[in-house]
């Protein structure tokens, strides 16, 4: 087993076919959650469900991982997936609002405003569709709930190039708090913003610079979906039972920087 115990808890994470929702699934199961995944694609689903399946063969006291196909921004899908998952296990009580997008580049003013709509639509509405799907499947109906939203250090800082992504995770982390307060003590909400970690979605910011991006962290390397599914599965925890509303940075220092004495 792992540091957490989620024994007969059930997950739902958006976005687990690959990269942080993937490592976050496998994490929650590993420690005995049943989880659902999702990915546009029932294929994707099924094949990154079948793997964790596979890795936890042999981990005592695993869940179960199922994969199943749902857009983000589609509220059917996400009544769908959500009553799957009561259906099959009888309850809800974690979800991990995770799929993201970021395909808009360059100055903010510049964007084609649809594109605008769309990263808002994926990045900072979706979130608002799984948490009312969760909410009508049970969510928080038998434990006190956790809604874990992926967001960004991005969302706290001002940047060249990708401002339009950022944005829509700076509406993200309002929106946490914003729902921390109205879903208490049903559900508490939270948010984790991860820096640079390596995953296909973040590819420009790393794949052919690695050293040089490791380098502008105190802790001198670029981070992995497995750092980032470590603090999802501690806002999920009971260990956090005291926690809503807040935002857990995961970056290895990348936003306080280095410093001329590191080391010293
Ligand atoms: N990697 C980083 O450096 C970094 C940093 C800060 C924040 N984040 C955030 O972390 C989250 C996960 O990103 P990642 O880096 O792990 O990306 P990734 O490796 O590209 O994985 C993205 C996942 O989301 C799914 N997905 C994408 N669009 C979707 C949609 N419209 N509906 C349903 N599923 C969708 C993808 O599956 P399909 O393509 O099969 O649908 C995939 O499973 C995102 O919210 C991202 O903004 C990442």
Redesign the pocket.
Known sequence: MTTYDFTDRTAVV?????????ATAHLLAASGANVFL????AE??EEAAAQITADLADTTGAGTVTGLA????HPEAAAAVCAAAVEATGRLDILVN?????PAYGPVADQDPALVAKVFE??ST?PLVWIRAALDAGLGAETTGSIVN?????ALTMEDGIGV?NSS?AALLHLTKQLARELGPRARVNSV?????R????EA?WKDHEDAAAATSPLGRI?E?AD?ADAVAFLAAPSSSWITGTNLVVDGGQLVGTSSISGK
């Not at 749902?70 to 921004?73: E, F, M, Q, Y």
């Not at 995770?98 to 970021?102: D, Q």
């Not at 995953?199 to 973040?202: K, N, P, Q, V």
């Open positions: 958006t976005g687990g076919s690959r990269g942080i929702g993937y999702t990915s546009r694609m994707a689903a749902g857009h983000v921004a995770n799929a993201g997008t970021n994926i990045n979706s992926i967001a960004s250090i991005g992504y995770k913003a991860p820096g640079v970690v995953t296909r979605l973040s910011l981070g979906p980032i």
